[in-house]
């Protein structure tokens, strides 16, 4: 199984300061097909996980352009330029390449 | 808009079964993908299962394999998890989740409960 590995583990953040979470995958998530499935999911307290970004750099519906992801191969970040109250929760990486699809351990974000 | 909906959840004594469902309006369900992915409490995401759209491939997680069947029933817009032989380890909110492309989940519905316990 491919293991995700995310850091940090938590994160505190003044309104309005960016903040950027590392995700480095075992494997590469480059695929044949020349996609690279590599997702980053927040889940808001209380709620259940929604999709922020899809094939490393793709925004989702819906979802505000302060949120982009970048990288490639096994190295991925998300980054928030400037982070808002509404951020606030644990985000999760997820690569799509292989089964088991598998999550990172969360990063927690938090307003300070 | 895209609703997932699950049901079924509750309390089971150690080597039980349970059925979940997963209610889905908003999309044309007999053309995705179908996930379900639990979290044990205070912990993280787990994958357990995939069922293409047309319900011909199914994958599991080793945890579950041989325990755990998904199915779905496009008539009913319909995605369920049989589970048997239910360990405490079991214990977690059960998520249902659309494919986006092929198995990956974008929407989620809210969860369903199960603890498994004597």
């Known amino acids: 199984d491919i293991v995700m590995t995310q850091t940090p583990l938590s994160l505190s953040v003044t309104p309005g300061q960016p903040a950027s979470i590392s995700c480095k995958s075992s494997q590469s998530l480059l695929h044949s097909d020349g996609q690279t499935y590599m997702y980053w999911y927040l889940q808001k307290p209380g709620q259940s996980p929604q999709l922020l970004i899809y094939e490393v750099s793709s925004r989702f519906s819906g979802v505000p352009d302060r949120f982009s992801g970048s990288g490639s191969g096994t190295d991925f970040t998300l980054k928030i330029s400037r982070v808002e109250a509404d951020d606030v929760g644990v985000y999760y990486c997820m690569q799509g390449i292989h089964l088991p699809l598998t999550f990172g351990g969360g990063t927690k974000v938090e307003i300070k | 808009e895209v609703q997932l909906v699950e049901s079924g959840g509750g309390l089971v004594q150690p080597g039980g079964s349970l059925r979940l469902s997963c209610a889905a309006s908003g999309f044309t369900f007999s053309s995705y993908d179908m996930n379900w992915v639990r979290q044990a409490p205070g912990k993280g995401l787990e994958w357990l299962s995939y069922?293409?759209?047309?319900?011909?491939?199914?994958f599991y997680a080793d945890s579950v394999k041989g325990r755990f069947t998904i199915s779905r029933d496009s008539a009913k817009n319909s995605l369920y998890l049989q589970m048997n032989s239910l360990r405490a380890e079991d214990t977690a909110l059960y998520y249902c989740?659309?494919?986006?492309?092929?198995?990956?989940?974008?929407?989620w519905g809210q969860g369903t409960l199960v603890t498994v316990s004597s």
């Open positions: 069922i293409s759209a047309s319900g011909s491939t199914t």
């Open positions: 989740a659309k494919g986006l492309r092929g198995t990956r989940p974008d929407y």
